[in-house]
């Protein structure tokens, strides 16, 4: 049997280290076996120093995805590269988008991808809203001073190269494992049913900046090509908490988080 403990949005450079040390003790605490986060540990200055800090203090395996925020005073390519090399000379810190399926027991995979939402749900064109990505991240800092719709280009490239290479490992991880059970981590939520605020589905404003159609399209085509595995997808981003079968083997579950108050979101039992 083995304990996994799910986080999601933690924005950890939020907190201070005496608040940091404590939120570790509660995951030591749970007595997981292993961490999984999708998403938002931080912000690209700091990251790597704090996930070094959090596998330091707990000692365990932690696999995880990468957010928006994490991106945050960054550029996409430099910071994963930085994963990239964080996984290479780590043990216990595993970036899914790199590090490809994990075998976590006998019937069980984890895949994982970071995810960008890509304005094909709701109404981008018409949408004023704003998110501080298109500020604070640099690459699409600079898409947006060209215009709108270099910026939607931008976001539906990162979204999609990140959808292509969550179907890479969905597939190769089945063909070499013969799964019962697959775990998806991904930070944006994959259908607009799942993003929530204050209880109701996120308006056409929103929803651009909410949502992964790139990936919820290819969690449908396996879901469908696979109807003897299990999906089971967990994400962040919205901040509130939802939860839907899509399919008779495919849920996904969004995880609700408050700036300042990292949780754990779920003990999974495998
Ligand atoms: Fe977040």
Not at 241 to 267: C, F, H, K, W
Request: charged share 20%; glycine share 6%.
């Amino acid at each position: 049997m083995i304990k996994l403990a799910w986080l999601t949005d933690i924005h950890l450079n939020f907190l201070t280290l005496q608040e940091r040390r404590c939120f570790y003790q509660t995951i030591i605490d749970s007595n997981a076996d292993a961490v999984l986060i999708s998403g938002d540990i931080a912000e690209a200055p700091s990251v790597k120093e704090l996930l070094l800090e959090m596998e330091h203090a707990l000692n365990k395996p932690i696999y995880f995805v990468l957010g928006n925020h994490d991106y945050y005073r960054g550029t996409i390519e430099s910071m994963r590269l930085d994963m990239a090399h964080l996984t290479k000379i780590t043990q216990g810190l595993k970036w899914l988008s790199v590090s490809g399926a994990q075998k976590l027991s006998e019937d069980v995979l984890l895949v994982g991808t970071d995810g960008f939402s890509d304005g094909r749900y709701g109404d981008y064109e018409n949408s004023p809203v704003s998110l501080n990505d298109s500020r604070l991240i640099a690459d699409f800092f600079q898409a947006k001073l060209l215009s709108r719709s270099h910026l939607l280009t931008k976001m539906q490239q990162y979204a999609d190269e990140d959808a292509r290479q969550l179907l890479r490992d969905i597939e190769m991880g089945i063909e070499k494992h013969s799964p019962k059970k697959m775990m998806v981590l991904t930070h944006v939520p994959p259908f607009p049913e799942l993003c929530l605020y204050e209880g109701k589905q996120s308006d056409d404003n929103y929803l651009p900046y909410f949502a992964s159609k790139a990936i919820g399209d290819i969690l449908l085509t396996v879901a469908q090509n696979y109807p003897f595995i299990e999906f089971v997808t967990l994400c962040g981003h919205t901040h509130h908490y939802a939860e839907r079968q899509m399919l008779e083997n495919l849920r996904v579950t969004v995880g609700a988080a408050e700036y300042y108050q990292p949780s754990i979101q779920d003990i999974i039992t495998l």
